[in-house]
């Protein structure tokens, strides 16, 4: 009898810093590409057509994608889809042998979002553009990709040190309102001895995910995280109940990336074994 044992494997393809020695792009925006056994995913789209690039150079196919998961609406993380987009059309005229990609995220991921002085900052491409040429599941619910992979989707903020803040404006029945990023969301992954959980800027919080995530999986066991913490010059009062927080875990390490600062990083690794991350950090869970 054959016995399957799962494996995830993720790939950083996007991210504000390059590991050294390795010849990628970097840019201000995230992307990560993530298999399991036969399931192929790709969280965030960064900025540009770095991830297409970078992907290309590790000899990751992108035609190939079950999933393409968007973490929430803002430029860095989802303007690489136009790129995507125009990456899969002509691979589609070419008649090359690709998959059409369920593209899954919150229903907020599309609405239109502008900050001053510096205007648009949601995604570029409208939910019905998509609709024409992916197959689209908006949620605001948990989403069970398989039975290890898990979208939280909307994430409830309990904490009262973190997911407070508005970023710019969201267009919402006819009117621009602050935007909380209420869509911000996140991926869980379920290995024999924990959770592993895949963050995109955690608006939502960090440690609000973790509850959540803990909750829905009904595992308290965290095994790593690896994503953007949404750290940017965070007071103190807030790096150090955020690191009391994640310090209550058996967290066998971390990797904080992409909108976590120098001093938040060095903050958290006087408690917690902070690993370094960038394009081309390959990491693998069983």
């Not at 792009?25 to 192929?40: M, P």
């Not at 120098?262 to 960038?278: C, R, W, Y």
Request: aromatic share 10%; net charge negative; hydrophobic share 35%.
């Amino acid at each position: 009898m054959l016995v399957t044992i799962n494996k995830m494997e993720l790939t950083v393809l996007t991210d504000n810093t390059v590991l050294q020695g390795k010849n990628f792009l970097g840019e201000h925006g995230l992307s990560i590409y993530i298999e399991e056994n036969d399931k192929k995913i790709l969280f965030d789209t960064g900025y540009s057509n770095v991830f297409i690039k970078n992907a290309h150079k590790m000899g990751i196919n992108l035609l190939n994608l079950d999933y393409i998961i968007l973490s929430h609406g803002h430029y860095d993380h989802t303007w690489g889809l136009s790129h995507y987009l125009s990456f899969y059309s002509s691979a589609l005229k070419q008649g090359e042998n690709i998959k059409k990609p369920v593209i899954l995220t919150h229903p907020d991921t599309f609405k239109e979002k502008f900050k001053e002085n510096f205007g648009e900052i949601g995604c570029f491409l409208s939910k019905d553009k998509l609709e024409k040429n992916f197959n689209l599941k908006l949620t605001k619910e948990p989403y069970l990709i398989n039975e290890n992979f898990v979208f939280l989707s909307e994430i409830p903020r309990l904490n009262d040190f973190e997911g407070k803040d508005f970023i710019g404006s969201i267009l919402e029945d006819n009117s621009f309102k602050n935007d909380y990023i209420l869509e911000d969301s996140a991926i869980v992954y379920k290995t024999n001895q924990g959770l592993v959980l895949i963050t995109g800027c955690s608006h939502s919080g960090i440690c609000n995910i973790i509850e959540y995530a803990v909750q829905i999986c009904n595992d308290s066991r965290i095994v790593d995280i690896i994503g953007g913490f949404h750290l940017v010059k965070a007071s103190n009062e807030r790096l150090v109940k955020t690191a009391d927080y994640l310090s209550k875990f058996s967290l066998n390490k971390l990797h904080p990336c992409h909108c976590t600062d120098f001093d938040a990083k060095i903050f958290l690794s006087k408690k917690l074994n902070l690993k370094e991350t960038g394009v081309g950090t390959v990491l693998e869970y069983r």
